[in-house]
């Protein structure tokens, strides 16, 4: 089993940034792909950025050029640095890992991000 837990949310004016950290433990070796996901009110979860084992990278057109996904496979961990934050980016994110064939392995507990205008 893979457990994840994620720190960095808040609250932040509109064009601010923050920094979403999330760090694996348990069955690391089986996650491939470790990403960030976002739910607002009323609206369904949508992929923000993901990024794999090699490094490859992902993003959702909405961020593009605005938040950088990076990792740490010596420290099992996978950040988010966001930037020029708008108030359409509050809701709430998760960290997620997905295995080899891209099997979803594990959710965070989710960290809510609020912008305000």
């Known amino acids: 089993q893979v457990q994840l837990v994620e720190s960095g949310g808040g609250s932040v004016q509109a064009g601010g940034s923050l920094r979403l950290s999330c760090a694996a433990s348990?069955?690391?070796?089986?996650?491939?792909?470790m990403g960030w996901y976002r739910q607002a009110p009323g609206k369904e979860r949508e992929l923000v950025a993901d990024?794999?084992?090699?490094?490859?990278?992902r993003y959702a057109d909405s961020v593009k050029g605005r938040f950088f996904i990076s990792r740490d496979n010596a420290e099992n961990s996978v950040y988010l640095q966001m930037n020029s934050l708008k108030p359409e980016d509050t809701a709430v994110y998760y960290c997620?890992?997905?295995?080899?064939?891209?099997?979803?392995?594990?959710w965070g507990q989710g960290t809510l991000v609020t912008v305000s205008s």
């Open positions: 990024i794999t084992r090699s490094g490859s990278t």
């Open positions: 997620t890992a997905n295995g080899w064939v891209n099997n979803v392995l594990a």
């Open positions: 348990g069955s690391i070796y089986g996650i491939n792909v």
